[in-house]
């Protein structure tokens, strides 16, 4: 929404001072394939919670792993081809 300080376009804070939250579609669902952002091998999702994820992957030997962690800590994971 443009303002009304004179600025042709100006889509400033001042535009309209109402606090919006704006939801992103989130990728993150059970069964996908994250990535910690600090790195290390693919994960699935065995569960998503608003604010934490349920993983499952298997280490190099071929042991099943798991774990909780906070949702901030990962992000999906896109193969580099």
Do not use: Y
């Amino acid at each position: 929404m443009a303002c009304n300080c004179g600025q042709i376009g100006c889509l400033s804070s001042h535009a309209d001072p109402t606090p919006r939250i704006i939801r992103l579609p989130t990728t993150l669902r059970a069964g996908g394939v994250v990535i910690l952002k600090s790195g290390g091998p693919p994960m699935t999702l065995s569960k998503v919670e608003k604010e934490s994820v349920h993983l499952v992957w298997f280490s190099p030997v071929g042991e099943l792993n798991l774990c909780a962690l906070p949702l901030a800590c990962v992000e999906p994971f896109t193969p580099s081809g």
